[in-house]
């Protein structure tokens, strides 16, 4: 949503800096920036201080007006109290609408935090006297395809490390969208490397057990040079290793490669620029795998394994068929080496 003031890495320098809003807002759909967040919040309060200054309330077992009056309230021997609200989406709209008298005219003294974690907090009246008295409203999206990299590379830029793009590309396929295994492997590596270390794939493949030789990276640039028998030796290596090289991630991999292919097989200028704008790509690195494409891929193969590639989602998941896994992605890779092209 557009109310969305500030990027998860810039709320957290505010906080950081003692820099805080009366009243913030954490709502969407990616709860794990939410938990980040509320755990910041609590260690505004210090440790001995909470069981006096620091309030985390239910939003199903408490009105509104219990809220406010707890808010109110004026904090003990400090300077500030912190109030939490959790689990507003379960509330509704009038519930957070009713919290709008106390974020028209908040106390000073307190730090109202509302979480709306899982879901799109609803409640005009609200978002409006948040924006007017200096709040914070913070969306916190799910990851997609395209923003799963530019996370990872902030985190671990935060952490002091560098990443080559291989290894990222390794990382991304590994741990997927799910935000925690991304916080915890880069941690991981983060501990072991030490602060200032590059990032590579042989420390990929050491730490985190990824084969820097066998994974949907390369396996993407063995199809896109058009080198079958590299392709089908990595399917092999999936097929012993299904635990870090789930089927269902390659297919994914696969559609986006071929959906972005696609895209620029129908752009007319094949710059990098206009590439990179087309595909919405960050650097002409990723154009690598895209260029070798186009030298062995025609629109209609595109079109025609793009199909193949959402008929294989559909019976890895059991429609119209039982086949192993694995023997099903052996003849998606058949089929996008040998597409029959325009019928």
Request: glycine content about 6%.
């Amino acid at each position: 949503m557009a109310e969305a003031q500030l990027t998860f890495s810039a709320l957290c320098n505010q906080i950081n800096k003692g820099k805080y809003a009366p009243v913030y807002l954490l709502h969407g759909e990616e709860g794990y920036y939410i938990d980040r967040l509320v755990k910041m919040f609590e260690a505004i309060i210090p440790e001995g201080d909470r069981d006096f200054n620091l309030y985390t309330l239910y939003a199903p077992e408490l009105t509104p007006a219990r809220v406010i009056d707890t808010c109110r309230r004026y904090p003990m021997m400090a300077d500030r109290q912190v109030v939490i609200l959790k689990e507003t989406q379960a509330a509704g709209a009038n519930y957070l609408n009713a919290l709008q008298p106390y974020a028209a005219n908040p106390a000073q003294t307190t730090v109202f935090v509302i979480c709306c974690r899982g879901a799109q907090a609803k409640g005009k009246e609200l978002f409006a006297a948040i924006r007017n008295c200096g709040g914070v409203i913070f969306e916190s999206k799910k990851l997609t395809d395209r923003t799963i990299g530019p996370a990872i590379s902030e985190f671990i830029k935060e952490k002091g490390l560098t990443i080559e793009p291989k290894a990222l590309a390794m990382l991304r396929d590994y741990v997927g969208s799910d935000l925690s295994r991304i916080y915890n492997e880069v941690n991981k590596l983060t501990v072991t490397l030490g602060q200032g270390a590059m990032i590579t794939p042989e420390s990929i493949e050491r730490n985190i057990g990824v084969s820097k030789d066998y994974n949907n990276f390369e396996l993407i640039a063995a199809i896109s040079q058009h080198n079958e028998l590299k392709a089908f030796q990595i399917i092999e290596y999936f097929r012993n290793n299904p635990k870090n090289n789930p089927a269902i991630v390659t297919g994914t991999v696969l559609f986006n490669y071929f959906s972005n292919l696609l895209v620029s097989l129908y752009t007319p200028d094949k710059s990098d620029s206009a590439l990179c704008a087309a595909l919405n790509f960050r650097s002409p690195f990723q154009l690598i795998d895209i260029r070798a494409g186009l030298r062995w891929y025609n629109a209609w193969h595109a079109i025609e394994i793009i199909s193949a590639i959402r008929r294989f989602d559909a019976q890895s998941k059991g429609i119209d068929s039982r086949q192993d896994t694995f023997n099903l992605l052996h003849d998606l890779i058949f089929r996008i080496f040998h597409p029959l092209g325009r019928p």
